[in-house]
T-cell receptor
């Protein structure tokens, strides 16, 4: 079975401090992995994607994620949070053998001044 | 990349009525997906719509409640039938766009969503 688990439903950080949003996946097949961001009342925007090339993936707005097969993880990080990063973040898995994307439950990121 | 236009962006409907949501893509795509995002929750896949074939529904969703049309490679509609307040959600259209070579090179694009309130 395929699944995605986002370990934290809410994360709160202060502006200028690091961000870590955790994601673990379960799949019998090689996955493509994505992080999407959804700002309030806005559509979903792709932050970054992993597709079996480099395990460390750089995305937009200074975000990075590292694919660790041994840990089945794809955690999202950013060295320094900005107020504009406050949003909901979704970890998404796409399995080659299945024509669908599996969404995690989402992590709401709050950035305090 | 693919640009998706979804209409309407929001609507308030009476219970027992139906609403049809339209999804227009600026390029031809094989697969289109319809999702529901209930308040405060993640996205749940309703169905996958391929042109020229019946939509494939996920567990918990049925064609009578959510009929889907896919008349060509750039357009799809989702109808929410006989609505009740529990159907109040954001409904999103999504397409999969292949880039480069190989099935791993794929990405999902999303419309802005239709915010439905049933009263």
């Amino acid at each position: 079975a395929q699944s995605v688990t986002q370990l934290d439903s809410h994360v709160s950080v202060s502006e200028g401090t690091p961000v870590l949003l955790r994601c673990n996946y379960s799949s019998s097949y090689s996955p493509s992995l994505f992080w999407y961001v959804q700002h309030p009342n806005k559509g979903l925007q792709l932050l970054l994607k992993y597709t079996s090339a480099a395990t460390l993936v750089k995305g937009i707005n200074g975000f990075e994620a590292e694919f660790k097969k041994s840990e089945t993880s794809f955690h999202l990080t950013k060295p320094s949070a900005h107020m504009s990063d406050a949003a909901e973040y979704f970890c998404v898995v796409r399995i080659i053998n299945f024509n669908k994307f599996y969404f995690g439950s989402g992590t709401k990121l709050n950035v305090k001044p | 990349s693919a640009v998706i236009s979804q209409k309407p962006s929001r609507d308030i409907c009476q219970r027992g009525t139906s609403l049809t949501i339209q999804c227009q893509v600026d390029s031809q795509v094989t697969m289109m997906f319809w999702y529901r995002q209930q308040p405060g929750q993640s996205l749940t896949l309703i169905a996958t719509a391929n042109q020229g074939s019946e939509a494939t529904y996920e567990s918990g969703f049925v064609i009578d409640k959510f009929p889907i049309s896919r008349p060509n490679l750039t357009f799809s509609t989702l109808t929410v039938s006989n609505m009740s307040p529990e159907d109040s959600s954001i409904y999103l259209c999504s397409v999969e766009d292949l880039w480069g070579v190989g099935e791993m090179n794929t990405e999902a694009f999303f419309g802005q969503g239709t915010r439905l309130t049933v009263v």
